[in-house]
């Protein structure tokens, strides 16, 4: 099993670029989530899915967008770039099937908006 | 309110020696859940431990254990003799029953070095 597979793993943007971030799975697991991890502040929650085809909002989700058409896989679309994007964004997933939801993450995305 | 509270920013400890880690949290759920993940400077979040909110004993997990304090709220992670590879950003998390299992709240880290 690859686990959580994310991809690239650096980007740089120029202000007002859109692109997406790609995250896979192959564990079978139900749920997905996308994490943005700036300095001095842990890991916030950005969107989450709870299966395919259902996806809800974060602590953070302004300026992203998500959707979920399958199980395996869960795409972060940054619409317009801005430079308070810059951060480091986790991609996980979890399952009930284990009693507590562990997550697991991807190795993540570092991304630059100049 | 912060949720997930990690009063030190930075820890250092000899190598051998055993470390405490402190993390205080806040919830008004019955059901949560306390995890413990390690971020070297290669940048992967790994997994090290967890403690259920109905769980009676401490969690362990090798040399790492997990001092659950209930009443007191706190979820303090405990490393045994560290090594120099236990050198990285350690984190507490949490999830709660009522915002979702599947949605984890972070802390702000605690930096730990360990020396010769």
């Known amino acids: 099993n690859a686990g959580v597979t994310q991809t690239p793993k650096f980007q740089v943007l120029k202000t007002g670029q859109s692109m997406t971030l790609q995250c896979a799975q192959d564990?079978?697991?139900?749920?997905m989530s996308w994490y943005r991890q700036d300095p001095g502040m842990g890991l916030r929650l950005i969107h989450y899915?709870?299966?395919?085809?259902?996806?809800d909002q974060g602590e953070v989700p302004n300026g992203y967008n998500v959707s979920r058409s399958t199980t395996e896989d869960f795409p972060l679309r940054l619409l317009s770039a801005a430079p308070s994007q810059t951060s480091v964004y986790f991609c996980a997933s979890s399952s009930r099937q284990d009693g507590r939801y562990e997550q697991y993450f991807g190795p993540g995305t570092r991304l630059t908006v100049t | 309110a912060q949720k997930i509270t990690q009063t030190q920013p930075g820890m250092f400890v000899q190598e051998k020696e055993a470390v405490t880690l402190d993390c205080t949290y806040d919830t008004s759920d019955q059901s949560y859940g306390l995890f413990w993940y390690k971020q070297p400077s290669s940048g992967e979040m790994i997994f090290l431990i967890y403690?259920?909110?109905?769980?009676?004993q401490n969690a362990t997990e090798g040399r790492y254990s997990l001092n659950f304090q209930k009443a007191r709220k706190s979820a303090n992670l405990v490393i045994s003799a560290s090594q120099l590879g236990d050198s990285a950003m350690y984190f507490c998390?949490?999830?709660?029953?009522?915002?979702?299992?599947?949605?984890?709240?972070f802390g702000t880290g605690t930096r730990l070095l360990v020396s010769p």
């Open positions: 998390a949490m999830r709660e029953m009522n915002t979702g299992f599947q949605k984890l709240v």
């Open positions: 564990m079978n697991h139900e749920y």
């Open positions: 403690q259920g909110s109905y769980d009676e």
């Open positions: 899915s709870v299966g395919a085809g259902i996806t």
